[in-house]
């Protein structure tokens, strides 16, 4: 058997790649006997530096002392020492070597005590004598070489039998547990290709796969409360939504006159008939005899009134203006088609030319201007207004 130096399976000796994790067994060591798991290698030991040789304690000598008697030996007794014999002259016997002569110490003068004498130390009967430390040279010393320690693999029973189906790249047939090609290291499960989507399921957001549990009631709950909450919201806020829809078409859209089919005052002043407020001229105008008088416009077809132009006065002039009678305060009364009145309370400024109103009202059939303040009244004035005018939407 081969083991992984990867993950430690087990493989067989023919197989190049670990069936468990793929990876290449050419780096593992040599194959494993089954049943039996491979043993760490010793790590090697430095190799000690040579040294001298003691020898042997049968030919070790005795050490001496400086007296050159045997160590553990007691000296012997002091034996009297010769008489020394007389010195001839040395007129008569001049030296041979001067230069020796030269260097021998003056007489009286101290003699020259030399290097320091190392102290001498005996030794033991039966050790061999030390070696001077300073004598021996120093060598280099080789480091230890760390060794990691190898993996244990896992013992097998019996060698793998390769009769499973064949590998989809090389053909090597491999055993039903592998995960790659114990040849070429090719996966062997391959995973199945997802079926081809419809076409509508290509569109976003449809093309979106869901997985079971992966809160696709959720979605669901939360889309249902959100619909509802839309049609509850549109039920509630309709009117105000469709104002603001309308509103948003009467500003991006166009305008055009209108002219209503019928007009009526409540009361009119000698010469100056209700007519005069929708003929096109502000030469002429409906002369109201009091405040309170009204004048009623209708139209034949409802429509949707975005403005209303009103122009006050007796005429555009400005010193003619000033001489009769405007007002200053109306009420527009507006009624739709299903019979609903809209009431909105307008202020005119004190000066000639048009008095713009915006408005925004659906399915108008007619607009009534009702007089509440008027300024430069006086006896056989009467309140003018010179000319009305109405637009819609285009």
């Known amino acids: 058997m081969r083991s992984c130096p990867a993950c430690g399976t087990a493989n067989g000796e023919s197989d190049d790649f670990c069936g468990n994790c793929g990876s290449y067994l050419g780096w593992s060591s040599e194959p494993v006997r089954p049943g039996r798991a491979r043993e760490p290698e010793p790590v090697p030991e430095p190799e000690p530096e040579p040294e001298s040789t003691p020898k042997p304690e049968s030919v070790l000598e005795p050490a001496r002392d400086p007296g050159g008697i045997p160590a553990g030996m007691s000296e012997p007794e002091s034996v009297p020492e010769p008489a020394p014999e007389p010195t001839a002259n040395p007129a008569a016997n001049p030296p041979v070597n001067p230069a020796a002569e030269a260097e021998a110490p003056a007489p009286g003068a101290a003699p020259d005590p030399g290097p320091p004498a190392r102290p001498e130390v005996p030794a033991r009967p039966g050790q061999p004598p030390e070696a001077d430390p300073a004598d021996e040279p120093i060598g280099a010393v080789r480091p230890g070489k760390p060794v990691a320690r190898r993996p244990v693999v896992r013992p097998v029973a019996a060698d793998e039998a390769p009769d499973g189906p064949p590998c989809p790249a090389c053909g090597t047939p491999n055993l039903p547990g592998r995960k790659f090609c114990r040849r070429c290291a090719a996966p062997l499960r391959v995973r199945e290709q997802p079926a081809a ?156 030319g048009k008095q713009t109103v915006r408005m925004g009202i659906s399915d108008v059939r007619s607009v009534e201007l009702v007089l509440r303040e008027a300024a430069g009244q006086g006896e056989g004035r009467p309140v003018a207004v010179g000319e009305v005018e109405f637009f819609r939407r285009t």
């Open 197 to 352: 989507l419809p076409w509508w399921r290509t569109m976003w957001p449809f093309r979106r796969r869901v997985r079971g549990g992966s809160g696709r009631a959720l979605r669901r709950t939360l889309l249902v409360l959100a619909v509802a909450g839309l049609v509850l919201a549109g039920f509630l806020f309709f009117p105000l939504g469709r104002y603001v829809f309308e509103d948003v078409r009467d500003k991006l859209g166009g305008t055009a006159e209108i002219s209503p089919t019928g007009v009526t005052a409540s009361a009119a002043a000698p010469g100056h008939p209700a007519s005069a407020a929708i003929d096109g001229l502000t030469n002429k105008y409906w002369g109201a005899p009091a405040l309170g008088a009204s004048l009623t416009c209708s139209f034949g077809t409802p429509f949707r009134l975005v403005g209303i132009v009103v122009h006050t006065g007796v005429s555009k002039e400005p010193q003619e203006f000033r001489r009769g009678a405007r007002p200053t305060r109306a009420d527009l009364l507006v009624t739709t088609e299903d019979g609903k009145v809209h009431r909105k309370t307008v202020t005119f400024t004190d000066k000639p």
